[in-house]
């Protein structure tokens, strides 16, 4: 086996032109790109302000920094791609695709299937020939053709998809504006209880199903529209076969999803870490950036002395001092976006966090005001008073505001405020 590597920033450019075989790729906390292989031919590694490009021969394993961008090119065969946290660009991969604990990710063409779990941004893919499934997609989700079918479950965006077989979404939280969903099979839509939206369904098998606690029926016909609530999200559903719309009073996981839910626990603990590194990150940046450009200065007035004692002369001098201040531009320039760009990516985790608790809360609310309105009216008759227990309080808003304060401030984790939320609820 083949090893190589080479030292690279905390977020580095990372180009993968060509790997003719396999590909997996996982980022580290190492400032540093590690490339393996047992091809024949020696795998191309090469770095010049902080760009890396690599091609490979054969199967090729890559560890990368977690803040590196990365760009694949074109993969001959499968690819696995884990724990990026920047912006993820794919080209072409001719086998089946694996993305797991991503950031913002677009893709072009996937020749098999795509699996997708735990995408921390927007996803957009052109064309996936094969099945995909999808699972916590945290950002708006577009598929422009699946050949396949997909299944899909909780997304936190807008839904844009378009699929050749047959379509399965379910989604926890309501949290989009827009759902343009079509499917040549059949396709199945499960909204959470109480949801809001102004749904249009069309079905050229003449085969509508609605399964809502506000509609129950069946539709024999090619279209049907109706409102939930205030309509503030429009659903339009298209299917070749049966279009079927429920929900279930149920948890946000299902049976079928639990082993991956225990699979992902602990990468969702890496990545809370990982937010909190990165703003002491930021901070310890900027704190060092002032001192960093002292010292700079510092060394080129010690580099002007010496060019003086060199008996070179001044136009000599002046040319290498031009070039001595454009590579340390160039240095302070990196410097600077890696702040900025570790700035906006723990404001933009934290603004999502905040959306997502405050949509739960506000989902749990609407659902016990509605269940209020569904529920029968029964009076029982009371205890005897020896058996009585003391009425428990009712969950205040002030203890939710606070818990999502608590939050905003980064004084808790998402997790923990989810907890806090629902022990609150529970109480109650």
């Known amino acids: 086996m083949v090893q190589m590597n080479v030292n690279t920033s905390s977020a580095p450019e990372v180009v993968i032109e060509e790997i003719a075989g396999n590909l997996q790729l996982k980022g580290w906390n190492r ?89 921390l941004g927007d996803l957009h893919a052109d064309h996936i020939a094969g099945n995909v499934v999808l699972r916590d997609i945290q950002g708006h989700c577009t598929l422009e053709r699946v050949s396949g079918n997909l299944d899909l479950k909780d997304a936190e965006g807008d839904l844009i998809i378009s699929s050749g077989g047959n379509a399965n979404v379910r989604l926890g939280l309501l949290t989009g504006e827009r759902y343009e969903i079509s499917a040549d099979g059949n396709l199945t839509f499960r909204l959470p209880p109480d949801s809001s939206a102004r749904l249009n369904l069309s079905s050229k098998a003449n085969m509508i199903r609605v399964r809502l606690p506000e509609e129950h029926k069946s539709i024999q016909e090619e279209s049907y529209s109706f409102t939930l609530l205030d309509g503030q999200a429009t659903i339009n559903l298209s299917a070749g076969g ?6 279930k009073h149920t948890d946000l996981f299902e049976m079928d999803d639990v082993q991956a839910e225990i699979e992902g626990a602990q990468a969702e603990i890496a990545g809370a870490f990982a937010g909190i590194s990165e703003g002491f990150m930021a901070e310890q940046v900027e704190a060092q950036l002032e001192a960093h450009m002292q010292t700079l200065e510092e060394n080129l007035s010690r580099l002007s002395e010496k060019l003086e004692q060199t008996g070179l002369t001044e136009i000599q001098q002046e040319r290498i001092m031009r070039q001595a201040r454009a590579s340390s531009e160039r240095a302070t320039a990196r410097t600077q ?39 029968w009216s029964v009076e029982w008759p009371p205890p005897p008073q020896a058996a009585t227990h003391p009425p428990k309080e009712p969950v205040a808003d002030e203890e939710r505001l606070m818990i999502l304060r608590m939050l905003e401030e980064k004084k808790i984790s998402l997790d923990e405020a989810e907890k806090l939320l629902s022990a609150l609820e529970g109480k109650a």
């Open 337 to 375: 976006e890696k702040i900025r760009r570790a700035q906006e990516k723990l404001e933009r985790k934290m603004e999502a966090a905040q959306r997502k608790a405050e949509l739960k809360l506000r989902a749990t609310e609407r659902h016990k005001r509605s269940h209020g309105r569904r529920s």
């Open 31 to 119: 400032p540093e790109v590690l490339v393996k292989s047992e091809a024949d031919v020696i795998p191309t590694l090469e770095e010049q302000d902080d760009v890396v490009t690599i091609r490979c021969a054969g199967d090729c394993l890559i560890r990368l920094p977690h803040e590196a961008a990365v760009k694949v090119e074109n993969v001959s065969g499968e690819a696995v791609l884990k724990l990026l946290d920047e912006r993820l660009q794919i080209e072409q991969i001719n086998g089946s695709l694996v993305l797991r604990n991503v950031a913002e990710t677009r893709i072009e063409t996937v020749a098999g299937e795509m699996v997708a779990k735990q995408v």
């Open 242 to 247: 049966n279009l079927s719309v429920d929900s």
